[in-house]
């Protein structure tokens, strides 16, 4: 067969990696480049960084068989969590740390860390989860503190004004994933150079066995007899929408795999889009020429900060693998139309620059060496309650045409472990 999978992102890698070989399989990719939300950034010096901050979890075993299979390695580090509130940062990373934090009454502490204990050792079934919303049962189950001073600050931060909607099962899962071996070190991953030698691994299984992998060459349009428009190069320049792409020609296959957000995905079918909502990432990265604080990952619990989590990833991987540099991304979720989604680098960084010495009173604008803004409009599914009965399957309504994408994997959240697991279902669905 014919097969062309849209989007060079991680899922639609494997896919054509699983898929090459048997079949004939062309890869089209908007982007002059590969890895979708998990692309590399040429920062200098001959080293490259994620476009938005990834790291790996020991339970990610989908991501973890796949290394092993290439032959490449991931390093496991320690991590550190802080929790900014109340104006200060406090770790946040085992048992005892929650027992020392301050913004709850010791009652609140206890409850709380029981509650999550018995959501990661007992909570099997997903169902009930399914049904209440987070803010309901973190009310009833930990207390109206742990909501106010804790998870309503993180899920504010994350899905806005829709904090209040967020099914329990979004949190159930993320909680469950983070138990990790040994309640006293949490241990997370990161590939050995990058992410970078997973794409070029996959590319070149890819092309070894006959498959092409063509960037900067987005997919226009997907008829009903799964012929493939595609654009002329240069056409990312005019954004995500593929009716704005040039058409510069066309191939017949006899089966599309498209892995784009579903208003992409309608864009270019013409099939009604899928009713779930997504907010934007907005990722500032910053090089200092200091450490910026002692932790790698820091919620931020203030709601008058105006970004949501700050990670220090050379606090995780250390400066010398980057000839001592230091990296800080500043992270953000926020509704489409938001105003700090218009500004530049620049810009933003004025923004955020009082919210930063507040975590920081000494932080100063010279500490910046560098910076590199990111956006990426479909980031976060906006996971409500009755969430898994919209979610769109693979197989459409044309025969031959597989949608496979982030608001697919449930109930976990994205992230390039289930990314994999989505590759490698979406293949067997070809």
Request: hydrophobic share 40%; charged share 25%.
């Amino acid at each position: 067969m014919r097969i062309a999978v849209i989007g060079a992102g991680v899922a639609g890698l494997v896919a054509a990696h699983r898929l090459a070989g048997d079949h004939e399989v062309d890869v089209y990719e908007r982007w002059p480049g590969l890895g979708g939300q998990a692309a590399t950034l040429d920062v200098g010096g001959g080293h490259l960084l994620e476009r938005y901050y990834h790291h790996l979890f020991t339970s990610d075993r989908h991501i973890a068989a796949l290394y092993d299979e290439l032959g490449l390695e991931i390093e496991w580090r320690p991590s550190s969590v802080a929790m900014f509130a109340h104006g200060r940062s406090w770790p946040f990373t085992t048992p005892l740390d929650l027992l020392r934090f301050g913004p709850l009454s010791p009652v609140d502490r206890v409850r709380m860390g029981a509650a999550v204990l018995a959501l990661q050792r007992l909570a099997n079934d997903r169902a009930p989860f399914e049904r209440i919303t987070a803010r309901a049962w973190i009310e009833r189950w930990m207390g109206r503190g742990p909501w106010r001073e804790v998870w309503e600050p993180m899920l504010r931060g994350k899905f806005g004004e829709r904090a209040d909607e967020i099914a329990m099962v979004w949190l159930w899962n993320k909680l469950r994933l983070r138990r990790g071996e040994d309640a006293r070190e949490e241990k997370l991953g990161y590939p050995v150079g990058s992410w970078e030698p997973l794409l070029d691994a996959l590319q070149r299984s890819i092309e070894s066995r006959g498959g092409r992998v063509l960037i900067d060459r987005p997919a226009v349009r997907v008829a009903a007899d799964l012929e493939v428009t595609y654009g002329a190069p240069g056409s990312f320049r005019a954004g995500h929408d593929p009716r704005a792409f040039e058409p510069a020609g066309a191939e017949r296959y006899d089966r599309v795999l498209a892995t784009v957000p579903n208003d992409v995905f309608a864009r270019l079918t013409g099939l009604p889009e899928p009713p779930i909502e997504y907010f934007a990432a907005l990722c500032l990265l910053l090089e200092l020429d200091r450490p910026f604080g002692r932790f790698y990952w820091t919620n931020v619990a203030d709601r008058e900060l105006p970004f949501v989590g700050l990670i220090e990833h050379t606090n995780f991987v250390g400066p010398e693998r980057y000839d001592g540099r230091r990296f800080l991304y500043v992270a953000n979720y926020l509704e489409h139309g938001h105003e700090l989604l218009a500004l530049d680098a620049d810009a933003l960084l004025e923004r955020y620059l009082p919210g930063l010495r507040k975590v920081n009173p000494a932080f100063d604008r010279s500490w910046v060496v560098n910076r590199w803004l990111h956006r990426e409009p479909a980031a976060q599914p906006i996971v409500t309650v009755g969430y898994h009965q919209r979610i769109p399957p693979l197989k459409t309504s044309v025969p031959g045409l597989v949608l496979a994408n982030t608001t697919q994997v449930y109930p976990e959240d994205r992230g390039t472990n289930y990314a994999v697991r989505l590759g490698e279902e979406a293949a067997r669905a070809v």
